[in-house]
């Protein structure tokens, strides 16, 4: 029985299979993403969305769905489901039977007498989805329909019936290509078996997304159908059908979809989710290795790529992709500094420089040489810690007291805004952005010393201690027992979040050991959760343990209790630095509770973000890279100290 598997009684209760979405990405940078159902509640689910490099790489939809039916003495049996206003039409989740992950996304239909399974596989390589269909029972002569429903617009839009769409379908083999207007690919839809093909252009109106209306966005959309394809089908040959952006050689597609299936990692356990997870964000272009931020509507955030590989790759054993997207990274992270005023956006995010010097630390960690990672990023530290010296980073500069004062709002991770207005008042000195510097400092000096750099020695060695002697005045007092979020002018704000962990789980800490037991009680009682830890403790004001309703609503409540399992990584870390195997059992208990997390919002896979109030549900993207990595960490951390403890 598969790990990941749905029966009949979920699959037909649309109010808990429209809840649960699978994602399937390949290394061209395609994804397909839908509900274990297949019907489309996102905007941005699809069967076949892939990056136009004409467009500047963005992802758009191709193929949104494809509906089935099967016919048997005259009678047609509509498979597929979509929603509109007040209804779903046609019903075809009423047929399904079971839904499996492992080791591709496989539905079940019974319709009568005809048992017939359906298996999503997208090529590795290539802008392709295969469709594999087996007829497993039949007990008369079984002919079966395919309609396709095109979109061919960006994920972030919805398209309209128009008059500019070109209609027209151009006969390829076993098939037909089509593109829907200029500037985009051909796509080129296509059968395995001789099939027929009957141009009937039309467009299906106002379909609705239920996830984006929940979202409070614009929701509703008209697909396009060419036509569709007409063949018979027999028990025990199997027929795919492929969607792609080049023309592919019918003979050899069901050859394809055993060679590409065989590559695929088996999701038969808790750890193996994680490490497929892990594997779907990573893209390569060429020589250009990334991350991808999370499904099915994120890109890229140069952050979330620090704060994650070392859960992505290393935790797993991949030091050569952990290598490639460093190095990518780093050329990125040095533009920061350019005097070019197209980057000032990217260059108030003061943060993302600092959490650099953490993502080395885990290598060293893991294992690699001191005076090799300073050889291969001295430049690259050195260029940071000097441009932040000088005050040449937008929104930053460095006081007489050693700590670094953010002159703009929106300059750390929470950053979340509404009609251009930050909703976290936060500047001033930053409890993290100051933990961060104090830790950059404390641990290139560390490498310099491997090497004898004796100038910046020089420069640097007096800082450290001038810092945390400044970092305790402005964020500590025995009396509160835990560090203040920010201080500007007179006020300090004692908002419990999460913001003061970084200050003990960095490798050079400004705390002492009584101070960290302190701090990590507080963050126990406020802030922990089972889903990771919130953004803000529910006993301020402020406090929103629900997300929900329109962007506006949404977005007040993302720093403001919402809770982000990618925290726990870091509870953990400060968590098992104290308290060593002691604290094993407790941290193990968390872990195993986002066991049940894998099958009830993204198929496998860990959520951005988790409601601050019980039960804790899951919500916005999906699948999320920073979730997935620090959930893989926490796990590592844990054996790591269990063999301390055996030795």
């Not at 979730?627 to 100290?641: C, D, L, Y």
Request: charged content about 25%; glycine content about 6%; aromatic content about 12%.
């Amino acid at each position: 029985m598969s790990y990941l598997k749905f029966d009949k009684a979920q699959l037909v209760n649309t109010e808990y299979s429209l809840k649960r979405e699978f994602i399937r990405t390949n290394r061209a940078g395609s994804f397909a993403s839908s509900t274990i159902i297949n019907c489309n509640t996102r905007k941005y689910h699809g069967l076949l969305i892939c990056p136009i490099d004409k467009f500047g790489g963005d992802n758009h939809v191709l193929l949104s769905s494809l509906d089935e039916t099967i016919i048997q003495h005259g009678y047609e049996f509509n498979l597929g489901i979509h929603k509109y206003p007040g209804t779903y039409a046609p019903n075809g989740h009423k047929y399904v039977r079971e839904y499996e992950v492992d080791p591709n996304p496989a539905i079940t239909y019974r319709v009568g007498g005809v048992l017939l399974r359906k298996e999503l596989l997208l090529v590795e390589k290539e802008q392709r989805i295969l469709v594999k269909y087996t007829l497993l029972e039949a007990n008369s002569p079984t002919t079966i329909r395919f309609q396709p429903f095109i979109a061919f617009r960006n994920i972030h839009d919805l398209t309209s019936a128009n008059m500019v769409a070109n209609t027209r379908a151009n006969t390829v083999a076993n098939g037909v290509s089509v593109r829907l207007y200029d500037g985009f690919p051909k796509l080129y839809m296509q059968t395995s078996r001789e099939s027929e093909f009957i141009h009937a252009p039309d467009w299906y109106y106002d379909i609705e997304y239920t996830e984006e209306k929940n979202r409070g966005y614009a929701c509703h959309e008209d697909l396009f159908v060419p036509g569709y394809f007409e063949m018979t089908i027999k028990k025990g040959v199997p027929i795919i059908f492929s969607a792609g952006t080049s023309e592919s050689t019918p003979s050899s597609l069901v050859r394809q979809f055993n060679s590409e299936l065989k590559k695929r990692i088996k999701r038969d356990s808790f750890e193996s989710c994680l490490d497929n997870s892990a594997e779907q964000t990573i893209s390569r272009k060429g020589k250009h290795v990334s991350i991808i931020n999370g499904f099915p509507f994120l890109s890229h955030s140069e952050r979330n790529t620090y704060l994650s590989i070392p859960g992505l790759c290393l935790s797993r054993g991949d030091e050569k992709t952990f290598l490639e997207v460093l190095q990518t990274s780093a050329k990125t992270l040095l533009n920061r500094f350019s005097p070019d005023t197209n980057i000032n956006k990217e260059k108030t995010s003061v943060d993302v420089p600092l959490w650099f010097f953490w993502t080395l630390q885990k290598y060293i960690e893991w294992g690699a040489d001191k005076k090799e990672v300073w050889q291969k990023f001295r430049k690259t530290i050195k260029t940071i810690l000097s441009h932040y010296k000088q005050g040449s980073h937008l929104a930053v500069e460095l006081h007489n007291n050693g700590l670094l004062w953010t002159s703009q709002k929106g300059v750390s991770w929470m950053k979340v805004r509404n009609n251009g207005t930050f909703l976290q008042q936060r500047m001033g000195y930053l409890v993290e952005v100051n933990a961060l510097w104090y830790n950059a400092i404390s641990f290139a000096l560390e490498l310099a010393n491997t090497t004898g750099d004796k100038a910046f020695i020089k420069e640097w060695q007096v800082l450290p201690t001038h810092i945390r002697d400044s970092f305790n005045a402005v964020f500590w007092t025995d009396e509160m027992g835990y560090l203040a979020d920010y201080a500007i002018e007179g006020y300090t704000s004692w908002s419990t979040r999460p913001n003061m962990l970084f200050a003990l789980s960095l490798p050079h800490s400004c705390l002492n050991t009584e101070q960290k037991k302190s701090i990590l009680d507080k963050v126990e009682r406020d802030l922990l959760t089972p889903r990771g830890l919130r953004t803000l403790s529910p006993n301020n004001q402020d406090y929103l343990g629900v997300i929900s309703g329109n962007e506006y609503e949404r977005n007040r409540a993302f720093h403001n209790g919402s809770v982000f399992p990618w925290l726990l990584g870091h509870y953990a870390e400060a968590y098992l630095n104290l308290y060593k195997e002691s604290g094993l059992s407790h941290i193990k208990r968390i872990l195993e509770g986002f066991e049940e997390c894998v099958n009830e919002h993204g198929i496998g896979s860990i959520s951005q973000i988790y409601d601050g109030n019980p039960p804790h549900k899951p919500n916005e993207a999906t699948s999320y890279a920073l979730s997935v990595a620090e959930i893989i960490r926490v796990g590592n951390m844990i054996k790591n100290v269990s063999k301390e403890v055996d030795v």
